[in-house]
């Protein structure tokens, strides 16, 4: 199965009566933080020439990306998010460094563009922007600095426990904002995509679309899941109606525990709902906050 695990919404088949939808970095993976430390933030460092303000670079791509309400935000509003806030800190006027507007990259994330490497190819043939030119540059540089230190992503210690219980009762999908690619070669190295019956990406849409396409005629909205790390993957779940419980930042591996030991037992008793899943939640808020440590 690992080698044929669909890729969409419509070629998946369903077998129970209940869906759940994973995120993958962060959640899943234990690769969200090994990513934006050592891919992410070292790229635009090297793109747009911010040696000078290294340590600064570093503190701010890491909030959004990881400490804040964005956590989870696709990359390239995620990018514009970082390069705005540095623009804004006083460390960098006083280091003498200039970080250009970006007005295109601005004008593409406000689009209807795809959020993609496929959805940014579109917009450079439509405006022959050299800016997103070098955004493209920097997206296939974060790809290809994930891809040469792979090794150093890996799934919480219980995700496969997790899946193997879940999967007896439960279809799991996969909904991600990482290329399908990448999501694919991550899954299968580490025998997960073995219990899912969909590997979903980027390009397939935000998550909450790709969890709407998963559920169309198939699952009520009492009887759908979403498991991720990040209030991107709330708002999943909120738009289409359906549950959510949170791997909270930080404590993640107990977060999958308490899946297995109770969480995933009170969704199919249809007791999850309420109470439960609002303490949950205001958990999982407390830990990201939407204010930098630094102020503005």
């Known amino acids: 199965m690992t080698n044929t695990v669909p890729t969409s919404a419509a070629a998946f088949e369903k077998r129970h009566e209940f869906l759940v939808a994973v995120d993958s970095d962060g959640c899943a993976m234990d690769a969200m933080t090994f990513k934006h430390v050592n ?5 635009i460092t090297r793109f747009w020439r911010l040696e000078k303000i290294t340590p600064v670079v ?8 990881l400490y804040s309400t964005w956590r989870g935000l696709n990359r390239f509003p995620a990018l514009l998010m970082v390069l705005d806030l540095l623009r804004d800190r006083p460390e960098v006027k006083a280091a ?3 970080v250009p507007p970006m007005a295109d990259l ?4 406000q ?3 795809p959020q993609s490497n496929a959805g940014l ?3 450079i043939e439509q405006t022959g922007s050299d800016e997103l030119r070098l955004v493209m540059d920097w997206s296939n540089g974060v ?5 040469r230190q792979g090794e150093g992503v890996k799934p919480f210690a219980s995700v496969k426990a997790a899946l193997a219980m879940m999967s007896q009762q439960a279809d799991v999908i996969v909904v991600s904002q990482m290329p399908h690619v990448s999501c694919h070669k991550e899954w299968t190295e580490h025998g997960l995509a073995a219990y899912v019956a969909m590997l979903g990406g980027q390009e397939l849409g935000s998550k909450a679309e790709q969890l709407r396409a998963a559920m169309a005629g198939r699952y009520p909205t009492a009887h759908v899941l979403m498991v991720g790390d990040a209030p991107g993957d709330l708002e999943a779940a909120s738009k289409n109606g359906v549950l959510f419980f949170p791997t909270v930042p930080g404590e993640e591996e107990a977060s999958w525990q308490r899946l297995i ?8 008793c249809r007791r999850y709902a309420g109470s439960y899943q609002e303490a949950r939640v205001e958990e999982f808020r407390r830990r990201l906050p939407d204010t930098p440590p630094w102020g503005r």
């Open 39 to 43: 891919c992410f933030t070292p790229e």
């Open 106 to 109: 601005r004008a593409f994330c």
């Open 121 to 123: 190819k579109t917009a």
């Open 143 to 147: 790809n290809a600095s994930v891809a």
């Open 261 to 268: 030991a109770e969480a995933f037992e009170l969704f199919v």
């Open 96 to 98: 003498g460094v200039t």
């Open 111 to 113: 689009s209807k563009h």
């Open 58 to 65: 570093e503190q701010t791509e890491q909030f959004v990306n």
